[in-house]
């Protein structure tokens, strides 16, 4: 078990363009997380999946983000029509779910940037 | 609505002295509160929780936390600071969602320690 993993680290790109990032999960894990967090904030909620149900979205999220879980495995990320204030570190987390109400784990991050 | 606040951005600590990062919070219901900290370009790397039973709990790395419902405080404390603590440490609650039991965490702000030698 490898934790959660995200791809790509780092991306860079032009406003207006999509972009898409990638959330491998821990394997046992039914449940995925993904939060947003700029500089100076702490990380903020975006989304989450149990198994392939997206069961809830904030606020935050406007209809350019799109968030999937196929299979109820990996998760995708996709930014349509980029902006500047997308500019962020988006983090990815998952937990096993169930009663036991435990902690999430994070990936790394994958860190945007929109010139 | 459930939030977290932490009061202090930066926390300065010598090293070897005991250190003290303050958390509150606002939940209905009982609150499940959790501590993590985040190194440069890192991840949050998940310290401790506090879910039911004693009021003090112990975490990852020597750190402690001590849950006070009547303050409702969950400060996160260390007997002796190192210089490699030295991080941006986020409180977190998790908050209520679909279904009212598992919610997704909500953060504060962050403090960040810097313990010098």
């Known amino acids: 078990d490898t934790g959660v993993s995200q791809d790509p680290r780092h991306k860079i790109t032009k406003r207006g363009q999509n972009v898409t990032f990638r959330c491998d999960p821990i394997?046992?894990?039914?449940?995925l997380y993904w939060y947003r967090q700029t500089l100076g904030q702490g990380p903020e909620f975006l989304t989450y999946?149990?198994?392939?149900?997206?069961?809830?979205k904030s606020r935050l999220l406007s209809d350019r983000f799109s968030a999937e879980r196929p299979k109820g495995s990996f998760s995708t990320l996709e930014i349509q029509r980029t902006e500047q204030g997308d500019s962020a570190m988006y983090l990815c987390?998952?937990?096993?779910?169930?009663?036991?109400?435990?902690?999430?784990?994070f990936g790394q991050g994958t860190r945007l940037t929109v010139v | 609505a459930q939030s977290v606040a932490q009061p202090e951005d930066q926390v300065n600590v010598a090293e070897g002295n005991p250190l003290t990062v303050k958390c509150t919070y606002s939940?209905?219901?009982?609150?499940?509160l959790f501590w993590y900290v985040q190194y440069p370009n890192r991840g949050l790397q998940f310290l401790l929780k506090?879910?039911?039973?004693?009021?003090l709990v112990k975490g990852s790395y020597g750190f402690e936390a001590e849950f006070n419902k009547s303050q409702t405080s969950f400060h996160l404390k260390k007997p002796s600071a190192l210089v490699s603590d030295s991080a941006l440490y986020f409180c977190?609650?998790?908050?209520?969602?679909?279904?009212?039991?598992?919610?997704?965490?909500?953060f504060g702000k962050g403090t960040k320690l810097s313990v010098k030698p």
């Open positions: 939940v209905s219901g009982n609150p499940y």
């Open positions: 394997s046992e894990h039914n449940r």
């Open positions: 977190a609650v998790r908050g209520l969602n679909y279904g009212g039991s598992q919610g997704n965490l909500i």
């Open positions: 506090y879910i039911t039973g004693d009021n």
């Open positions: 987390a998952s937990s096993p779910g169930g009663v036991r109400n435990t902690e999430a784990f």
């Open positions: 999946f149990q198994n392939e149900a997206q069961l809830e």
